[in-house]
């Protein structure tokens, strides 16, 4: 239980932490950091309007889409402690589970019938499985070095100790921050505060959510960027004890907040047309992981 309640403080104050970031950057005083946490309960005291072509499953999706995520968390590691669901094969499981929350967003999108909130699917479809490859070979390269398959194995298993391992370990740590930005429609690949219907992604395929169900998709946000900070925190954590451990989790997800809040400050939005070029490269990137793994395997001569 550990984990889940560890991710779910951090998601608390995540998005906070990145509009106070930016806050900052751009010399604004701006809202405090539990201001997310005020929109979304605001909305949860709301009640859902919906659109009469609208049919069962643009109602369920959010709820769906949020109970995916809140699956997928119960199999991410702490350290020395597992999952509330651990298992050999968790890491696809945890990919998948995700997936299928993504496809009960896009559904609920092309239910409206709008081709705006269309058009923002098909986009949210092609960048998640451009994705997806880069994750599989991440997590698959250390399934390989250290011969388990699930989260917690891999993650106690894993020690840095050469130059080699702490390079991959940094590109690791790259994949899975540009994963979350991704997965989650942050700038580079999506800019989260355009008005511009025909730039949009994941904000035009939410138009039409309103009250309790657009809060859960808003804390969905915070909850995954949360869980993807935990992952990254597994990297640096190893054999620490639990009164090194916790420290140690709560710097990577400020950390990993903070980047967020500088990224969407000071880069632009890639161009659409170049957004799977840079998506795709990650998978590149994550092929590289794979090689230094076999390097260190000895399986490279």
């Known amino acids: 239980m550990i984990p889940l309640v560890l991710i779910l403080l951090a998601s608390l104050v995540f998005m906070g932490i990145v509009a106070r970031t930016k806050s900052l950057t751009s010399g604004r005083k701006g809202p405090g950091i539990w201001q997310p ?54 890491f696809v499981f945890f990919a998948y589970v995700l997936a ?53 194995e891999i993650f106690q298993s894993l020690h840095f100790g050469s130059y080699i391992s702490y390079a991959l370990g940094t590109l690791a740590t790259f994949v899975l921050v540009m994963i979350a930005l991704v997965e989650n429609s942050r700038m580079p690949v999506d800019d989260p505060k355009t008005h511009l219907e025909l730039t949009m992604v994941h904000e035009v395929m939410i138009l039409d959510n309103s009250g309790f169900d657009l809060g859960l998709i808003l804390y969905a946000t915070s909850l995954k960027f949360a869980m993807y900070g935990a992952l990254i925190a597994n990297f640096f954590i190893g054999d620490l004890a639990l009164y090194w451990t916790v420290p140690v989790f709560l710097t990577v997800q400020v950390a990993f907040a903070v980047t967020v809040g500088l990224s969407e400050s000071f880069m632009a939005r890639f161009r659409m047309g170049h957004n799977p070029q840079f998506i795709f490269t990650l998978t590149s990137v994550a092929v590289l992981v794979f090689f230094g793994v076999l390097l260190i395997m000895g399986k490279i001569i």
Do not use: C
């Open 37 to 90: 946490l005020k929109d979304w309960v605001r909305l949860w005291k709301k009640g859902a309007v919906f659109s009469e072509t609208t049919s069962f499953v643009f109602q369920i999706a959010p709820s769906v889409y949020f109970a995916s995520v809140l699956m997928a968390i119960l199999v991410v590691s702490f350290g020395h402690f597992r999952g509330v669901l651990s298992f050999e094969g968790d």
């Open 100 to 152: 299928m929350g993504k496809f009960f967003n896009i559904i609920s999108a092309l239910d409206t019938g709008s081709s705006f909130e269309g058009m923002g699917a098909s986009r949210e479809a092609l960048f998640s499985m451009l994705a997806e490859p880069a994750f599989f070979i991440l997590i698959g390269s250390f399934a390989l070095y250290t011969g388990h398959t699930s989260f917690h």
